[in-house]
């Protein structure tokens, strides 16, 4: 059974992932949130945190946030905390890890739909999105054939960093619209294309950008 270690593990995505894949995969959870945590005390800007892990077949990595805002509102010490949480957590990882990872093992990494289609308000999440759409690209080069990376791009979807956008129905109609396939992507919608992922299906997969987003980066609506 292939050992797949969860970053990040107490979001929505990763619990549904984990409920109805179980019985495939070895996960291995880690999580600020102690509840949902193999291991204590996780903190993914410390890698004096880390457990050590000595076989892994794959690593889906979920922390993130969501700071809309325009861009002369934004402060400089929050671009410092959106770039930590997205990008420097993602980097302790990886760096960590690699040395962990057996042959034909898949790293799954998340963008955003706003790293690819121009939106206001999204100046910090599309930059730090961006770069790590970029940085699984030059990955998959790198650490071909022995480990595959690829991103998903999600637009708005049920997540607990959503609730915000989706507070009642109005306000998920309102959203849906903006999606040619008239709604918001559900848990399962990414979870299932994280399974795919890190599944043998996908062997011959790497260096790609997943658009999981109701058709918002490409259709017009």
Do not use: C
């Not at 040395?99 to 121009?118: E, Q, T």
């Amino acid at each position: 059974m292939r050992n797949i270690l969860l970053v990040g593990a107490s979001s929505k995505v990763a619990i549904d992932l984990i409920e109805k894949y179980r019985a495939d995969y070895n996960f291995i959870s880690l999580s600020r949130n102690h509840t949902f945590s193999d291991f204590k005390d996780f903190d993914p800007l410390d890698i004096l945190t880390f457990p050590k892990i000595e076989s892994l077949d794959g690593i889906v990595y979920f922390p993130g946030n969501i700071n809309l805002k325009p861009f002369k509102r934004i402060k400089i010490e929050e671009f410092h905390n959106d770039y930590n949480i997205n990008v420097v957590g993602l980097l302790n990882i990886l760096k960590f890890y690699e040395r962990s990872l057996n042959n034909n093992s898949s790293i799954v990494m998340f963008s955003s739909v706003a790293a690819k289609v121009g939106m206001p308000f999204h100046a910090s999440i599309a930059m730090f999105k961006s770069a790590i759409t970029s940085l699984s690209r030059t990955l998959a080069a790198e650490w071909s054939p022995k480990i595959r990376l690829n991103t998903i791009s999600p637009s708005l979807f049920n997540s607990t960093m959503s609730q915000k956008f989706l507070k009642d129905e109005s306000m998920i109609e309102r959203m849906s619209d903006k999606h040619p396939l008239n709604r918001v992507g559900s848990v399962s919608d990414i979870s299932s294309m994280i399974n795919f992922l890190i599944s043998e299906q996908s062997s011959w997969i790497t260096g790609q950008d997943f658009s999981v987003d109701g058709g918002m980066s490409t259709l017009v609506k």
